[in-house]
């Protein structure tokens, strides 16, 4: 993955204002799929004969298995999660339809996900409300005789901007007097369905995430559906929210993990080859406490890590929400300071884009915000001790 970097970039450099994959990506992804290094998120598959979702296109590991592969991803994220068709939003949009899809569903919108002819996008949050409370939602799922009207707007739709992300599972209210969690449902909206706009592309501190499809803010504008495109029952989508973040969650902190791995590594030899008032940095001693501060926190870290997977493989993401908590908050802070001080050491070269630094910087920071921000599992962690 590392010596494809550099062909991503030019082939970014050649191709302004394209969304989407490119061919590099297509590359990579041909030659994992070939070694069957291919879907390795999903559970079940050829080789797992004991599991109920055996024969879903999944490689077959546990949470436990995949947790040091995605952590490997993680020192390229912008290649290698994409490359083993392991990157988000498909991997949870692949999950919800596997566990949540009818038949039809899935042969129209899964089978083409596991084989990355599509890509997909997830349209939970909106622009006017707080939408760390999910309850919060306010676009509307109106039934309308066999069909579904679809109204509202939505922004950080991840992969949006891609022109072959052709389906987005959207989060709305079919019925806003029910209990407060019985409100929401989920819906497959395909993009191509008249009163879908895309509004404009939002970036991450600059950054516009062009490879990978970006952030989109869409506006959903009457958007009329069949009414078995949606997702379970009415009121269910509060619930296929949870079931779809919490693996979501822990795949983000597997890949960060790799991510302090690099920047620990990239910290370590700028210190040793780069001299200051005589000395190496390597021999300054606020460096050396960097380097074995990093060194103690990711290796901490990854135990809670695999701990979580375990819990996940073996009482299931339902008992495991607590650890899930504690490593969405851990980790990117943990991996942020890292990466921080990672930056420092390079002085001006760290802030630049000569090196992976900063673009790894802004991902691991907004990771503080995406699929929940700190404060919010903090809260949820906290009454949950308070409880015990
Ligand atoms: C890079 C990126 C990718 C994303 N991808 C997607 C995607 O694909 N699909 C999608 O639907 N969304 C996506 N999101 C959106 C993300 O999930 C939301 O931004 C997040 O849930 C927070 O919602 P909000 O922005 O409305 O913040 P708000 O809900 O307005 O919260 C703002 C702040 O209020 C504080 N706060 C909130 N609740 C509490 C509390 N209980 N206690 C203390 N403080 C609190 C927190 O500091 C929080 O950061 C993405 C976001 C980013 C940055």
């Given at each position: 993955m590392l010596p494809a970097e550099p062909v991503l970039?030019?082939?970014?450099?050649?191709?302004?204002?394209?969304?989407?994959?490119?061919?590099?990506?297509?590359?990579?992804?041909?030659?994992?799929?070939?070694?069957?290094?291919?879907?390795?998120?999903?559970?079940?598959?050829?080789?797992s004969t004991d599991n109920p979702a055996a024969g879903n296109g999944g490689a077959g590991l546990t949470n436990l298995q995949y947790a040091p592969v995605a952590e490997v991803t993680g020192w390229s994220p912008r290649l290698a999660p994409a490359a083993f068709n392991c990157a988000a939003p498909d991997t949870g949009n692949m999950?919800?339809?596997?566990?949540?899809?009818?038949?039809?569903?899935?042969?129209?919108?899964?089978?083409?996900?596991?084989?990355?002819?599509i890509r997909s996008s997830f349209c939970m949050t909106e622009p006017d409300v707080a939408s760390s409370d999910a309850t919060n939602i306010g676009t509307r799922i109106r039934r309308d005789g066999d069909h579904y009207v679809v109204s509202g707007r939505k922004?950080?739709?991840?992969?949006?901007?891609?022109?072959?992300?052709?389906?987005?599972i959207?989060?709305?209210?079919?019925?806003?007097?029910?209990?407060?969690?019985?409100?929401?449902?989920?819906?497959?909206?395909?993009?191509?369905?008249?009163?879908?706009?895309?509004?404009?592309?939002l970036t991450v501190f600059g950054y516009d995430d062009r490879d990978h499809g970006g952030h989109a803010e869409i506006a959903f504008d009457e958007v009329r559906v069949p009414a078995a495109n949606l997702i379970a029952g009415e009121g269910d989508g509060f619930s296929i929210a949870q079931a779809r973040l919490g693996p979501g969650r822990i795949h983000h902190c597997m890949r960060a993990l790799g991510m302090g791995e690099r920047a620990l590594a990239l910290m370590t030899e700028r210190a040793r080859t780069r001299e200051a008032f005589?000395?190496?940095?390597?021999?300054?001693?606020?460096?050396?406490?960097w380097v074995a501060e990093a060194r103690i926190q990711l290796e901490s870290l990854r135990l809670l890590v695999l701990k979580t997977a375990w819990l996940m493989d073996t009482v299931g993401n339902k008992h495991a929400m607590t650890e899930i908590q504690a490593i969405k908050i851990a980790v990117?802070?943990?991996?942020?300071?890292?990466?921080?001080?990672?930056?420092?050491?390079?002085?001006?070269?760290?802030?630049?884009s000569d090196t992976p630094l900063a673009e790894l910087y802004a991902g691991v920071r907004s990771l503080r915000i995406a699929d929940g921000p700190d404060e919010v599992h903090l809260a949820g962690l906290g009454r949950a001790q308070l409880r015990t």
């Open positions: 970039e030019e082939q970014l450099a050649a191709t302004p204002g394209e969304w989407g994959v490119r061919p590099v990506v297509r590359a990579l992804q041909e030659s994992a799929r070939a070694q069957g290094l291919w879907n390795l998120f999903l559970p079940g598959g050829e080789h999950e919800v339809l596997n566990d949540f899809g009818t038949p039809e569903q899935k042969e129209q919108w899964l089978q083409p996900l596991l084989e990355a002819r922004w950080w739709s991840t992969g949006a901007m891609n022109p072959d992300a052709a389906i987005f959207v989060m709305g209210k079919t019925d806003p007097d029910a209990a407060r969690h019985r409100q929401q449902s989920m819906i497959l909206v395909p993009r191509d369905t008249p009163g879908v706009r895309i509004v404009r592309p005589g000395r190496s940095l390597a021999e300054q001693g606020v460096v050396r406490e990117p802070r943990a991996v942020q300071q890292i990466i921080d001080r990672a930056i420092q050491v390079h002085g001006g070269a760290g802030v630049s």
